[in-house]
């Protein structure tokens, strides 16, 4: 199965030549066509820019034919759509309007795959759909159906041997529903390392494979021999143990003339990974080759390399693999060839990706591929220190003599952004040396008032005030991708250099972009940016700001680890955060990978 039709959505294999399609509204009109709807119906003018990304140019003429579509646009809640409809629709807007109906069961499913879910009990959508006065649930899940956006799936029970009884009834096989975007994509993926594992041999001969672990330590030398002779391995490490041992396979590899690629998340992150001149070294992003497709549905990036046209590699090496959703997964399986082996690297118990799905986690637990942990060195680094500590479950306090790790407590919310943007601009360069370029912000959440939008309004206020001349960004300022774009990965940073009708000018550190006016709403401030979009890229220095919200065991250790030369804790989560890293683990998520793997 193609990745292009498991992932409608954000991600997609490059889809063979079309025929040209009909005219249709440019990028532009559809904008403004929305923003003239909203200003009838009522709804915030900022909603607009959104719709409009979501819903492609003719999202205003679908939002009258259908005002319930609003629920696609995130953020937007079933009042506020239900709103919208009867400013469209008037008194023909009732709560039984299958529209209505449909909207809601993929909104619900929606929400759930924000959580992480890739798959949903129906029972809990009826249940969810009766509460919204959905006068007969089970009709608006069959019309969702019909829609072809969501798909019913069973998913078989357990079997628990010891509660066996041979006079009880066989349970019965559970009914779930999950959105047709993540539930194909699932399969692919599955489908994907099917494939790698039955079509994989050898990379090298025994002897060879031999001479290269001659003197590698055990734990080494068992990562790379499953890299040569399987086709799918994981290996699990600290970041240190991880970054010697990517090293290791990969120039090993490569010196004996197998084709080899290092895939990290960001262009960034790829500065750091040194193999020599034969293995090749870049993002996954830019491995798959982006395209910029006009054909392409709204808010999806395009990439060349696919079923049809595969890459030219022997080996694939990615690291931070944690950080896969099921659409990436499935892409980057069906992009490696028959016979091609691939490597997924991750730290233990990482958080889980902050799209749908645990991959990684669930190809571990389907016990069909080997998994290599990585015997952990000691750390030599009051960072390296902290960070396990904190993956054991334990808040210590660390020795730092060279101000490598430094605790900033903050009584309130505001006294914490106040920090941060003390620490960003004056305190880490002034006492350390390192620049402000140097230095990011991270936080568990988005919202809140210490959350990454209320750090960013102050340090943009601190580092480059302006009045947002480019759709509320200036020269000068640092961005991030925080949806897909084709021009550069998602958790990328860059920094503005210009803009005008023709888009906005972006340097990353892959090279200068430009982004068009409907694309910009896919960039955020980047001076402070979330844990999940920062995982996987080292940075000089990281300021670290914990507020209650959102903390996890994975989610503080991921943080802390960012670090490379210095740590800075903003503390203002109080008992929370010594609570979290004790006792929060990451939250359950209901997939299917596993299962389908061993199918």
Request: include cysteine.
């Given at each position: 199965m193609r990745a292009a039709e498991a992932a409608a959505g954000a991600i997609a294999a490059a889809p063979a030549p079309a025929p040209k399609p009909e005219p249709e509204p440019s990028a532009r009109e559809g904008a403004r066509a929305?923003?003239?709807?909203?200003?009838?119906?009522?709804?915030?003018?900022?909603?607009?820019?959104?719709?409009?990304?979501?819903?492609?140019?003719?999202?205003?003429?679908?939002?009258?034919?259908?005002?319930?579509?609003?629920?696609?646009?995130?953020?937007?809640?079933?009042?506020?759509?239900?709103?919208?409809?009867?400013?469209?629709?008037?008194?023909?807007?009732?709560?039984?309007?299958?529209?209505?109906?449909?909207?809601?069961?993929?909104?619900?499913?929606?929400?759930?795959?924000?959580?992480?879910?890739?798959?949903?009990p129906a029972a809990d959508v009826l249940s969810a759909l009766e509460r919204a006065g959905v006068a007969d649930p089970r009709r608006a899940v069959e019309a969702a159906l019909d829609e072809a956006e969501v798909l019913p799936l069973t998913e078989e029970p357990e079997f628990d041997e010891e509660a066996f009884d041979e006079d009880a009834?066989?349970?019965?096989?559970?009914?779930?529903?999950?959105?047709?975007?993540?539930?194909?994509?699932?399969?692919?993926?599955?489908?994907?390392?099917?494939?790698?594992?039955?079509?994989?041999?050898?990379?090298?001969?025994?002897?060879?494979?031999?001479?290269?672990?001659?003197?590698?330590?055990?734990?080494?030398?068992?990562?790379?021999?499953?890299?040569?002779?399987?086709g799918v391995s994981v290996v699990r490490g600290t970041p240190t143990d991880l970054a010697g041992a990517v090293v290791g396979i990969a120039s090993a590899a490569a010196g004996q003339g197998v084709r080899t690629a290092v895939a990290t998340p960001t262009d960034r992150a790829s500065a750091d990974v040194e193999c020599g001149d034969e293995a090749i070294v870049t993002s996954?992003?830019?491995?798959?080759?982006?395209?910029?497709?006009?054909?392409?549905?709204?808010?999806?990036?395009?990439?060349?390399?696919?079923?049809?046209?595969?890459?030219?590699?022997?080996?694939?090496?990615?690291?931070?693999?944690?950080?896969?959703?099921?659409?990436?997964?499935?892409?980057?399986?069906?992009?490696?060839?028959?016979?091609?082996?691939?490597?997924?690297?991750?730290?233990?118990?990482?958080?889980p990706p902050a799209g749908p799905g645990r991959p990684l986690d669930d190809l571990e637990a389907s016990e069909t591929v080997p998994v290599v942990a990585l015997d952990a060195a000691p750390p030599t680094s009051p960072i390296g220190v902290l960070t396990e500590a904190v993956r054991a479950g334990d808040l210590t306090t660390v020795d730092a003599p060279g101000h490598e790790v430094v605790i900033v407590p903050a009584e309130s919310p505001g006294e914490a952004v106040h920090r941060a943007v003390q620490l960003v601009t004056d305190s880490i360069p002034r006492a350390l040396g390192i620049p402000v370029e140097d230095v990011q912000v991270v936080a568990p959440t988005t919202g809140g008032d210490a959350g990454v939008t209320a750090l960013n309004t102050a340090l943009k206020a601190a580092l480059n005030p302006g009045p947002g001349q480019f759709g509320g960004m200036d020269s000068g300022?640092?961005?991030?991708?925080?949806?897909?774009?084709?021009?550069?990965?998602?958790?990328?940073?860059?920094?503005?250099?210009?803009?005008?009708?023709?888009?906005?000018?972006?340097e990353f550190p892959g090279g200068a972009a430009v982004i068009a006016p409907a694309d910009a709403s896919r960039l955020r401030h980047g001076w402070a940016v979330t844990v999940a979009q920062a995982r996987g890229t080292r940075r000089p220095a990281v300021v670290a700001v914990l507020s209650p919200e959102g903390l996890s065991r994975p989610l503080v250790a991921a943080a802390f680890g960012l670090a490379d030369r210095h740590l800075s804790v903003v503390q203002a989560a109080g008992p929370a955060l010594a609570r979290a890293v004790r006792e929060e683990t990451a939250p359950a998520r209901r997939t299917r990978l596993a299962r389908l793997v061993t199918q």
């Open positions: 929305v923003a003239d709807l909203f200003a009838e119906a009522g709804v915030p003018a900022p909603l607009a820019a959104r719709a409009a990304a979501r819903l492609g140019p003719e999202a205003a003429g679908r939002l009258r034919a259908d005002p319930w579509r609003l629920l696609g646009v995130p953020g937007v809640r079933p009042p506020q759509a239900d709103h919208f409809a009867k400013a469209v629709l008037g008194p023909d807007a009732r709560p039984d309007d299958p529209r209505r109906g449909r909207a809601l069961v993929l909104h619900l499913l929606t929400d759930a795959a924000r959580g992480g879910h890739t798959v949903t009834e066989p349970p019965e096989p559970e009914e779930t529903l999950g959105p047709a975007r993540w539930a194909l994509a699932e399969e692919a993926a599955a489908e994907g390392f099917r494939r790698l594992t039955l079509t994989a041999a050898p990379l090298l001969a025994d002897a060879a494979i031999k001479g290269l672990r001659d003197g590698l330590p055990e734990d080494h030398a068992l990562a790379l021999t499953a890299a040569l002779r399987t996954l992003h830019r491995l798959l080759e982006p395209r910029d497709d006009p054909s392409a549905a709204p808010g999806a990036v395009v990439y060349g390399r696919g079923e049809e046209w595969p890459f030219d590699l022997d080996l694939v090496i990615v690291t931070d693999a944690a950080a896969l959703d099921v659409e990436l997964c499935a892409v980057l399986v069906e992009a490696c060839p028959d016979g091609a082996h691939l490597v997924l690297c991750a730290e233990p118990d990482a958080p300022d640092r961005v991030v991708v925080a949806a897909p774009l084709p021009h550069a990965a998602l958790g990328e940073t860059g920094v503005v250099t210009g803009g005008g009708p023709h888009g906005l000018d972006v």
